[in-house]
């Protein structure tokens, strides 16, 4: 019996294209070559499932030109390079990595968020050119984080830990704003009070964004929302590029109209806004949230156990058009 065919897109830890390779016949990309659509295509003819990274764009002109391909299994909980509702059109199903990042992800939050009100990054440049002669009482002064008022935009799971971090572990008080808000057994959990996005806007010192990419949430801060925020206050970016207007905001940091912002995400990356390259008071980091070696590991092995549960049983572990289980495409 012919094995199915399944593409590794990008570059991943050889362990997993040894566990893929127990059930299918695998074309890896380990040199990790940069490949445009035509390549990518090129590379999917044949292919019953595709394993992405989460920067590899699925959509509808896609799919019909690898007929042959029956699943996407993203290597990311955030999936706006799918376009899910021409995958579930078609009998495609596209599966995420949600969960095993959560903890990971909350931590960086935390970690960027405190290096943002801190000014670590900009401290730390300023030592290694040499600038550090004398001590002066308001050296990097920055903001506080215990006893400050958290705002969090997008209470998913991430946004949840980062609340229960800043909560539990910094005595913050949590303001949030969501689509939709919370149980009341969720919100006591997280010890996290629902508000307006105006409110938050206007009484956070810190606001965390964590919402999930679609054209609904482009630029859920832009000009308007960095002037409601405290001059004092700062952002961080965790969630994808274009939930914020980098250009708005690089001239918000420039102008001093917020005091400091902490990016993890980019609109268009891995190029950043040259502005924001410019100005001191900003912690840029290249999309890391997630990256620790045990997390990564179990981001590939759900990537993996979509891929074998459906090619091999027709299952799925963490679906996100589960329609397609029933109706898959033939
Ligand atoms: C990372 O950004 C992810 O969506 O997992």
Redesign the pocket.
């Known amino acids: 019996m012919t094995r199915p065919k399944v593409l590794v897109a990008r570059a991943i830890f050889p362990e997993t294209i040894a566990r893929l390779a127990q059930h299918f016949d695998v074309e890896a990309n380990q040199a990790d070559e940069a490949w445009g659509k035509e390549q990518f295509v090129a590379r999917l003819q044949g292919k019953a499932g595709v394993f992405t990274t989460?920067s590899e764009r699925v959509d509808g002109e896609l799919l019909d030109a690898c007929p042959q391909l029956k699943i996407c299994a993203n290597m990311?909980?955030?999936y706006n390079n799918f376009d899910v509702d021409a995958m579930t059109a078609r009998g495609v199903l596209a599966t995420n990595?949600p969960d095993v990042?959560t903890e990971t992800t909350a931590d960086f939050g935390f970690a960027l968020l405190m290096a943002t009100a801190r000014r670590i990054a900009e401290s730390e440049h300023y030592l290694r050119r040499g600038e550090w002669t004398r001590w002066r009482f308001d050296m990097f002064a920055g903001s506080d984080i215990h006893g400050s008022t958290l705002g969090i935009i997008g209470m998913g799971r991430i946004g949840q830990g980062i609340a229960r971090r800043g909560a539990l572990g910094f005595g913050m008080k949590v303001i949030y704003h969501n689509r939709s808000r919370l149980d009341a057994a969720t919100e006591a959990q997280c010890q996290a009070i629902y508000v307006g996005k105006e409110e938050l806007l206007r009484t956070a010192d810190h606001v965390v964004l964590v919402v999930p990419y679609s054209p609904a949430s482009h630029h859920t801060i832009g000009a308007a929302e960095l002037a409601l925020m405290k001059p004092s206050a700062t952002l961080v970016n965790i969630a994808r590029g274009g939930i914020v207007d980098d250009a708005a905001l690089a001239a918000a940091l420039r102008d001093k109209r917020i005091a400091a912002a902490g990016l993890d995400v980019f609109e268009g990356e891995p190029k950043v806004h040259p502005d924001l390259l410019t100005v001191p008071n900003v912690v840029l980091t290249p999309?890391i949230?997630?990256a620790t070696v045990p997390t990564r590991r179990a981001m590939a092995d759900l990537a993996v156990d979509n891929l074998i549960a459906y090619l091999t049983r027709g299952e799925a572990k963490t679906p996100l058009n589960p329609a397609v289980l029933s109706a898959p495409r033939k």
């Open positions: 989460g990311a909980v955030g990595a990042l999309h949230a997630s």
